[in-house]
C-alpha cells in the first residue's frame, strides 16, 4: 500500500484554467505539506496542516488554495494558472509537525501550464 | 538567503569513487536529515543526525554531524550507479521542515 499517494502525476493545461491536486496519506500522521519543486530542483515549502488546522503558509499567491476535509486528505487547488506555475508539487506528511520527525513524500504532481 | 547551503550542486564521477556532499547553515539545529530522490518520485530519508559529532553509517554512506550542529556531511565510498540521485539535506526551522538546494549525483559505470 502506498503510504503517501498524489494524483494525478501528470497534469498539462492551459494557462487560466483551474486544477486541483489531491493527497492521501495512510500513516495516521497528524501533519500534511506541500512543496515545490522547481526546475533547479530546489524544494520549496508551501503549506503545512495539523490535524485540518493550516499552520504554514509561505507567501503563496493566493490562487493557490489547500483543503483538508480531514487529517489524512490535503488537496492543493490552483485558480487561474500561470506559466510560472509549472513545477513538481510533492505532498508529504510527517508524525508531528515538529522536530526529528521523518516526512513521507508521495510521488510528486508534475503540472506543466502552457 | 537559504538556510542550508549545499555543495558540489552537481557531481558526475566514474563507478567505484568516493565522494563527499555538504551541508552548511550558519543557524543551529537540533537535528539534520538526509534524503535521497531518484527521478520521477519524492525524496526518500536516508538518516537523521541529532547528536553534535555524531557518525552514522549506512552500507556505503557515512553522515557526520559538525560538532558545533551548523552542518553536516555524507560521504559515499565506492559510488555506484545506483547511487545516482539528488541528495537533499533537511532541517526543522520553526516548525516547518526546509531543504538545502540538493546535490545531483551522476555515477557513470
Known amino acids: 500500500d502506498t503510504a503517501v499517494s498524489q494524483t494525478p502525476k501528470y497534469l498539462v493545461t492551459q494557462m487560466g484554467n483551474d486544477k486541483s491536486i489531491k493527497c492521501e496519506q495512510n500513516?495516521?500522521?497528524?501533519?500534511m505539506y506541500w512543496y515545490k519543486q522547481d526546475s533547479k530542483k530546489f524544494l520549496k515549502i508551501m503549506f503545512s496542516?495539523?490535524?485540518?488546522?493550516?499552520?504554514i503558509n509561505e507567501t503563496v499567491p493566493n490562487r493557490f488554495s489547500p483543503k483538508s476535509p480531514d487529517k489524512a486528505h490535503l488537496n492543493l487547488h490552483i485558480n487561474s494558472l500561470e506559466l510560472g506555475d509549472s513545477a513538481v508539487y510533492f505532498c508529504?506528511?510527517?508524525?508531528?509537525?515538529?522536530?526529528?520527525?521523518?516526512?513521507?513524500f508521495g510521488q510528486g504532481t508534475r503540472l506543466t501550464v502552457v | 538567503t537559504q538556510l542550508l547551503e549545499q555543495s558540489p550542486q552537481f557531481l558526475s564521477i566514474q563507478e567505484g569513487e568516493n565522494l563527499t556532499v555538504y551541508c552548511n547553515s550558519s543557524?543551529?539545529?537540533?537535528?539534520l536529515q538526509w534524503y535521497r530522490q531518484e527521478p520521477g518520485e519524492g525524496p526518500v530519508l536516508l538518516v537523521t543526525?541529532?547528536?553534535?559529532?555524531e557518525v552514522k553509517k549506512l552500507k556505503r554512506l557515512t553522515f557526520q554531524f559538525g560538532d558545533a550542529r551548523k552542518d553536516s556531511s555524507l560521504h559515499i565510498t565506492a559510488a555506484q550507479p545506483g547511487d545516482t540521485g539528488l541528495y537533499l539535506c533537511?532541517?526543522?526551522?520553526?516548525?516547518?521542515?526546509?531543504f538545502g538546494a540538493g546535490t545531483i549525483l551522476r555515477v557513470k559505470s
Open positions: 508529504a506528511s510527517s508524525p508531528t509537525g515538529y522536530m526529528n520527525t521523518e516526512a513521507f
Open positions: 500513516l495516521g500522521h497528524d501533519t
Open positions: 496542516y495539523n490535524n485540518k488546522e493550516l499552520i
Open positions: 543557524s543551529v539545529f537540533s537535528s
Open positions: 543526525v541529532v547528536t553534535g559529532g
Open positions: 533537511g532541517a526543522t526551522e520553526g516548525n516547518k521542515l526546509v
